[in-house]
């Protein structure tokens, strides 16, 4: 079986994105697993620019993975979609200033990581759950944004590049119970892109996190694997081990069964632990069984897509507690009359 289609999630500041390309074995790597890099754009620097043009030389594809400044929620999401539209005016001049080429765009749809930080404090959390919920009925603000970001897409596809986006699993069961509040709760935007990748990473829901990729890798045009050791920090949010060699080459085999690309998270943490050597030498023919909590995966999810197609139609709610309550009181009528 031929290996699957690589792309290296990076996420670095300008010096130390400078210094892992300074090493010219990291470049070889690449072009031999015929891999490409998905480069976190946190700066507009010369640096960054540098590094994108050494990839550019060395003929290793690159995607502009597009962020934003911390205080402005560092990922795209409903409340900051003119950020995001103003930043990637800015991405376009510095491209066109420092002659860059790409070879896509990719939208990091997450919630504000202002609010991630802010649920772990218990006086912020407060105001954060008023916030979410007053979010949760507010259907022209998740409109509004959904339209705003497809037109950003739009822009970017008259540009000439192709959109990735990068999202949350959970989408998909939004997309089955045919609703919106969980998007319009945590600020999620369901993107039409080119591709788009789900973040199935196993590290952060073991010990079912084979199986939750095994479950969803079908749905996806590249899946998610992750996280090898790195990534923005997150002050306040538990930091839980990297994948071992042995979860990731599992993750990987799991991706091959399923006929799926791969979008490993991330570069740095896989030089860091001695991946990339591995990789040259992996055997992706060498077959993997299906993880044990498959069945269970696919219960929480239809849970999920139930209680999210609730949640989108209370009345639904209402009616059945109606008609209990109605049920409950004629019940006690007729035992009253015996």
Not at 156 to 164: A, C, K, Q, S
């Amino acid at each position: 079986m031929p290996q699957p289609k690589l792309t290296f999630f990076t996420e670095l500041d300008s010096e130390r994105l400078t210094e892992l390309f300074n090493d010219p074995s990291l470049i070889k790597s690449l072009q031999t697993l015929e891999a490409s890099v998905s480069l976190g754009i946190l700066d507009l620097s010369d640096a960054r620019a540098k590094v994108v043009r050494k990839l550019n030389k060395a003929n290793i594809p690159v995607i502009a993975w597009l962020l934003l400044p911390k205080d402005e929620g560092y990922w795209f999401n409903t409340g900051n979609h003119r950020q995001a539209a103003a930043r990637y005016a800015d991405f376009s001049k510095w491209t066109q200033a420092h002659k860059l080429n790409w070879a896509g765009v990719g939208l990091d749809i997450e919630m504000d990581i202002n609010e991630f930080t802010g649920a772990m404090d218990r006086q912020r959390a407060r105001v954060l759950a008023k916030t979410l919920f007053q979010r949760s009925r507010d259907r022209q603000r998740a409109e509004k944004a959904r339209q705003a970001y497809q037109a950003l897409v739009d822009q970017i596809h008259r540009d000439g590049y192709l959109v990735e986006s990068y999202q949350f699993p959970v989408i998909n069961e939004e997309r089955r119970a045919r609703a919106t509040v969980l998007g319009r709760t945590a600020g999620l935007v369901d993107v039409e892109a080119d591709r788009e990748v789900l973040m199935l990473y196993s590290s952060f829901l073991r010990p079912i996190g084979d199986a939750v990729l095994w479950s969803y890798a079908p749905e996806t045009d590249s899946v998610g694997v992750g996280n090898t050791g790195g990534g923005v920090e997150i002050e306040g949010v538990i930091d839980l081990p990297p994948l071992t060699w042995e979860e990731f080459s599992r993750d990987l085999r799991l991706c091959v069964a399923r006929q799926k690309p791969i979008h490993i998270f991330c570069l740095e943490g896989c030089v860091a632990q001695g991946f990339l050597p591995r990789l040259l030498a992996f055997d992706w023919d060498e077959p993997v069984e299906p993880p044990a909590g498959a069945v269970k995966v696919r219960a929480i999810r239809t849970g999920i897509a139930t209680g999210l197609w609730l949640l989108e139609r209370p009345w639904v709610i209402l009616l059945s507690l109606a008609t209990l309550i109605g049920l409950g009181f004629l019940f006690d009528r007729s035992q009253k009359k015996k």
